[in-house]
Structure formats: structure tokens, C-alpha cells
């Protein structure tokens, strides 16, 4: 059941084997949630972001703060340089919405494979944890 202009349902797929979630919070509100990320680790090589959503006071033109999701999406682009392996290191791969597919290749440097697969390489990934984490 989705709460309070959430999109997803959390709370059930915290229940996903395997699956690491990152949520950022204001340290002055650590109760609030910013937002929320799904990663999981596919064949035990590529990490693979299933979810991301910033919270529904977050979101659109008036949301309350701007770079919840570009946070969140560098800090999955770090997690693939420390969970990635062989070929994969660094590698963030990812399934888009149709509507969100230029945003992610404008805005964060992400490549559109096929369909509405989509990844982030080792240098456009560097590029976000620059802007977003430093």
C-alpha cells in the first residue's frame, strides 16, 4: 500500500532479498526522509538500481530541496565502484520510465542502451559523485 504521495511501497519491498537501501536525511530532521534508493547486485557483478523516488515534498519544480535524486544516484554510482566487479566496476545500470529517459541522459550523463535499459559508466559516474557528494 502506497502512504502519503509516495510512489512506491517501501515497506513491502524492503522485504526483497538481497536488496540494499539508502535513504537520505537532514541531520537536523532524521526522522524526514529526503529520499530513497533500491540497489541490488545483479549475477554478483553489476550493481543495478531497481528504485529511486525522492519524497513527495521533494518533488517537481516546488519541491523543497532539488539534488535529493542527483544524491542518491551518485551515491549508487559509489556503491558500484565498491560493489561491482571485473568489467562492471563502476558500472550503474538501471531501467528508465520512457518519460525520464532524456532527463537521465541530460542531467545525469546516463547512456540509453535499448528499451528502457539504461547505464552509467565509470566516468560519467566520477562526474556525479564530484557534483553530488563533494
Known amino acids: 500500500m502506497k502512504k502519503d504521495g509516495w510512489q512506491f511501497t517501501w515497506k513491502r519491498l524492503g522485504k ?3 536488496a540494499e537501501f539508502c ?8 526522522g524526514e526522509i529526503e529520499g530513497v534508493l533500491m540497489l541490488t547486485l545483479l549475477n554478483g557483478e553489476m ?3 531497481n528504485n529511486i523516488e525522492v ?7 516546488h519541491g523543497r530541496y532539488d539534488r535529493v535524486a542527483g544524491c542518491l ?4 554510482c559509489y556503491k558500484s565502484f565498491e560493489e561491482g ?10 531501467d528508465s520510465r520512457t518519460k ?4 537521465y541522459q541530460n542531467k545525469y550523463g546516463a547512456t540509453h542502451a535499448m528499451g528502457q535499459q539504461m547505464f552509467i559508466n565509470p566516468d560519467a559516474g566520477r562526474k556525479l559523485m564530484d557534483t553530488y557528494l563533494n
Open 16 to 18: 526483497t532479498e538481497g
Open 23 to 30: 535513504k537520505i536525511v537532514r541531520v537536523s530532521e532524521p
Open 47 to 49: 550493481l543495478y538500481m
Open 55 to 61: 519524497a513527495p515534498h521533494n518533488f517537481g519544480e
Open 73 to 76: 544516484i551518485a551515491f549508487a
Open 85 to 94: 566487479t571485473g568489467h562492471y566496476i563502476g558500472y550503474l545500470t538501471f
Open 100 to 103: 525520464l529517459i532524456d532527463l
